[in-house]
Structure formats: structure tokens, C-alpha cells
């Protein structure tokens, strides 16, 4: 569904251009209901935008949306001590060097932590919240604005 809604939006996932289209994308698909994952109140679905340089992408500043849910229907049903299974959908945007974020692994946490309101304006909100948080810092803001050199979009079982 996140493809679906980026190119509706006309942007590829893999070579996503704009971020700001990317987040309006990632707030769309925030909004989709999942069926067979926890309830929002026992964690089943948050969210969470994570930044800095990771070995995994050369060291290069890195600006990534991801979409955490709590599958309950996966494994076997009748084991009354199973727990669900976590996926995690991620758009990474990978960004050139730049001295206006070349500090940006010095902003202390490289994340905002994760959030799980309802769906609807509760995480609409949140949503608000996190650009706003991202707004407060230059380094940030200076990404957000810039073009990323390339973008990957991924689909993996979290921890």
C-alpha cells in the first residue's frame, strides 16, 4: 500500500526526490487499518522517524519514516504463550554529505522514539509533532529540505 500511495503522490520509492512528499505519503499510509495486528494501546502499530549515518548505507546521513506493527496472527495460534510477530515497513532517504548536517549524529537520540496512537487525528497529531520536533533542530530541518541522493523502501521482520 505505501508504493501504491507514493506513486500516487508521484514519487518512486526508490528514487524518492522530495521528502516532504515522501512524509505526506507515509502519513497517508499511517492511516490504513491493518487487520491481525495488537491494538494501538498494547503497541500492535506505531511509528517512528530515525536520522544519522549507518554503516549499512556507507556512512552516509541518512533521514528514514518507519511503520512498526505487531503481527498476531503469524505463528501458531493454540500456544498460549505466543507473542506477536514485528514487522517493520521503511522508507530510508539517503542524503549527500552537506557541513549543514555534517554534525548530525551529535543531536544526542538519532530517532523520535516510537509512537502508537489511534489512527485518525490522534496520530495525525503525532504526526505534527514529529515535523515540528524535526523543525527544531537545523541539521534536521536542512535534510528535510534537500534532495536525497537515493531512497530504499523495505519490508523486514524487527527483532
Not at 497517508?28 to 487487520?35: A, M, P
Not at 532517504?93 to 490522534?122: K, N, R
Amino acid at each position: 500500500m505505501f508504493v501504491q500511495i507514493l506513486r500516487q503522490r508521484g514519487v518512486e520509492p526508490d528514487a524518492v526526490r522530495d521528502v516532504d512528499a515522501a512524509w505526506a505519503a507515509f502519513g497517508e499510509f499511517l492511516q490504513i487499518e491493518v487487520e491481525g495486528i495488537e491494538r494501538p494501546e498494547n503497541d500492535g502499530d506505531g511509528f517512528i522517524a530515525e536520522w544519522g549515518r549507518c554503516d549499512w548505507n556507507d556512512d552516509q546521513p541518512s533521514l528514514s519514516f518507519g511503520r512498526l506493527l505487531a503481527v498476531t496472527d503469524a505463528g501458531n495460534q493454540d500456544d498460549p504463550d505466543r507473542q506477536p510477530e514485528y514487522w517493520k515497513v521503511e522508507l530510508q532517504l539517503i542524503f549527500a554529505d552537506d557541513p549543514a548536517w555534517a554534525d548530525v549524529d551529535s543531536l544526542g537520540p538519532q530517532d523520535t522514539g516510537f509512537h502508537y496512537a489511534e489512527i485518525g487525528s490522534p496520530k495525525l497529531t503525532e504526526l505534527a509533532e514529529i515535523r515540528r520536533f524535526v523543525e527544531s533542530y537545523p541539521q534536521l530541518a536542512d535534510m528535510w529540505r534537500a534532495e536525497p541522493t537515493r531512497s530504499d523502501l523495505t519490508l523486514e521482520r524487527a527483532g
